[in-house]
């Protein structure tokens, strides 16, 4: 993913739109264009080096978590924002009529650089507001549990201990085990400080003429209608969703009989990974065809001597076979991609754009496994995405919107895992049959078990911050409706009792490093629709050609797909979310209908598996 380092993106405050009483004749308004340009420029010039400061201190604390680095990291912050703050009086002083620039493109970067973010507190709050971010994230990635019947080992981190535990025990007693210990350990530490943090976080909101954290998030958006849009399409693609909770609740209701009661919730320890955001860590026991190829090629990377560094070239040259553009010297010579063991890291996989249109790394403590190898690819997507915008004005260098982000590698991804590009890259022998009906209802499988079981996930994380911001819900429901949303939407609940002592939110990345999460509920919607554009222009799908299914397209080496995708990525922020959109796939909006087109043969086969399981979707 990629960590919001607000700090570092040129945010230059919120400015009272005045307008002169005097009216302005054509020429003084040229002339002012002109020196606001002149002065957006300089700007750009001073914010780049600024920027690298920041971003360096704060590499160094996430990839060397000690006392001294956090302060220095801190100090950088705090300078970054004063800067941010001066740029922001400078830019008001100077330009107090910008709204009546003719240039669209002049007025759309002052526009956006009215914002000014955190930088907007008191210097005293901000302070506060950045230890206080900082602590949580240190607690998130520091976090110890204690192995199952053996207290004396006390010493399990998220990663790779609790990870590989959770997917791989069947053991309920050691997974209810760890989950508890993870949830009690992790989120109840930062119950406290995030209700501090939330106060700093709105007042920024409201400084910068802001109601609340959520209103601020969603502008990246440009739409007043985005979270009624949102809900639109989850109501799309709930009966899917439902369909996959249903399978796999029977199928989990085999393993673990005496854990699941008549309401057709799942316990949350049960499916794989200790935040039960997804599906796939249960793949093996959900796999429809098990006398079928699988497309979890784990362990033939490990035959083939695959290693982090391979994983990383094996991606580059995806990236590559479509004409996109290689990474950078930097990239290979600073990145860190095992987690190393003489300190503390925050291991949570981040992409990093260092601003001075060279220096991009990636930060992932990564294992030979197929899921490590989907994330290092989409990683670096963000990294792509980084390399096509770094020409634009700093103000511009973000994604089209937040999804667009985190969408880049993972569209690249779903060509990846196809059965066909695995076979193409020797991951799957070449004898193995792949285009049969039963081994492509186990991919389709494979794949929703990730994408689209993660729906309802991405979906409550930032429903329920909403909330929280906006005050419709206090602490006295803190964890409550956190369990309230999670049962209503994802049909989990928790395996032990749980009350406001706990803080189960705050057990997530994205919640300790208050990062939005809305970004992927749009991700996984607008990937499917970059998908389904580009294989149709790899000439790899075609809806009226059986032969050629969207789940099957893999875009590897074709020229035309990238040419189109880098020519969208290039854009950045500079146009309107819809504009870039309707360049890349002929839409305007975000639409779930590519995901059920991708998965209808799977919808098909569940329908009918569930009737014959006596499994009816949905829950109490």
């Known amino acids: 993913m990629r960590k919001l380092l607000l700090y570092f993106i040129i945010t230059l405050g919120y400015s009272v739109h005045i307008i002169s009483t005097l009216p302005q004749t054509q020429s003084t308004l040229e002339n002012e264009e002109v020196k606001a340009l002149a002065f957006l420029e300089e700007e750009d010039r001073l914010l780049a080096e600024k920027c690298f400061q920041a971003a360096e201190a704060n590499w160094n604390y996430n990839t060397n978590i000690n006392d001294v680095n956090q302060e220095k990291q801190l100090n950088a912050s705090l300078e970054y924002s004063k800067f941010a703050k001066i740029s922001w009086q400078n830019l008001n002083s100077k330009f107090k009529s910008w709204s009546n620039f003719k240039d669209p493109d002049l007025k759309r970067r002052f526009k956006k650089s009215t914002v000014l973010g955190s930088s907007a507190l008191p210097e005293e709050d901000l302070v506060q507001y950045n230890q206080l971010e900082s602590d949580m994230t240190k607690t998130h990635s520091t976090t110890k549990v204690c192995a199952f019947l053996d207290s004396t080992n006390c ?32 989120g109840n530490r930062i119950r406290n400080p995030y209700q501090q943090f939330v106060k700093l976080s709105n007042q920024a909101a409201r400084l910068n003429n802001f109601s609340d954290t959520g209103a601020y998030w969603l502008r990246e958006y440009e739409s007043d209608t985005i979270k009624e849009d949102f809900d639109q399409l989850y109501e799309t693609l709930a009966p899917l969703y439902k369909q996959i909770h249903a399978y796999a609740r029977a199928k989990l209701r085999y393993v673990y009989g005496d854990q699941f009661s008549s309401d057709g919730l799942i316990p949350a320890h049960l499916l794989g990974n200790v935040f039960a955001s997804s599906l796939d860590g249960v793949y093996s026991l959900l796999i429809p065809y098990p006398q079928r190829a699988s497309v979890d090629v784990t362990n033939e990377m490990k035959a083939q001597g695959y290693t982090p560094l391979k994983m990383f070239q094996k991606s580059e040259e995806f990236f590559t076979s479509l004409g996109l553009i290689p990474m950078p010297q930097e990239f290979w010579k600073e990145s860190l991609i095992v987690k190393p063991k003489d300190r503390e890291v925050v291991c949570h996989a981040t992409a990093w754009d260092f601003c001075n249109g060279k220096d991009f790394r990636i930060k992932q403590c990564t294992e030979v496994n197929m899921r490590d190898f989907i994330t290092v690819h989409h990683e670096m997507g963000h990294i792509q995405y980084y390399l096509q915008y770094k020409d634009q004005p700093h103000i511009y260098r973000e994604g089209a919107n937040p999804g667009f982000h985190e969408a880049v590698g993972d569209t690249l991804a779903l060509s990846v895992q196809t059965p066909k590009h695995l076979k193409e890259v020797g991951l799957l022998d070449q004898a193995t049959q792949i285009d049969d009906y039963e081994t492509s209802i186990n991919f389709l499988m494979a794949i929703a078990l990730k994408k689209v079981a993660s729906l309802p996930f991405a979906y409550i994380i930032d429903k329920y911050r909403w909330a929280i ?40 990345y994205h919640v300790a490093s208050h990062v939005d999460y809305s970004r992927y509920f749009a991700a996984t919607i607008i990937q499917f629709q970059f998908h389904r554009s580009l294989c149709k222009e790899a000439g790899q799908y075609d809806p009226q050609d059986p032969s050629k299914p969207l789940y099957n397209c893999s875009i590897y080496r074709s020229k035309a797909a990238g040419s189109k995708l880098a020519a969208g990525l290039a854009m950045g922020a500079s146009r309107p979310w819809p504009d870039v959109m309707k360049s890349m796939t002929g839409q305007e909006i975000m639409d779930g209908s590519a995901i059920r087109e991708y998965f209808k043969p799977l919808e098909e086969w569940l329908a009918i598996k569930n009737a014959q399981l006596g499994e009816v979707p949905g829950w109490d």
């Open 469 to 508: 911001f906006d005050g419709s819900v206090d602490s006295s429901r803190m964890n409550s409706h956190w369990w309230k949303l999670r049962k209503e939407y994802q049909g989990v609940k928790p395996p032990v009792e749980r009350s406001e002592e706990n803080f189960d939110p705050g057990t997530i």
């Open 155 to 186: 010493n399990l981190s998220l990663d790779p201990d609790v990870k590989k535990i959770m997917k791989e025990s069947r053991d309920e007693h050691e997974l209810r085990h760890i989950w508890t210990e993870w949830h009690n350990k992790c």
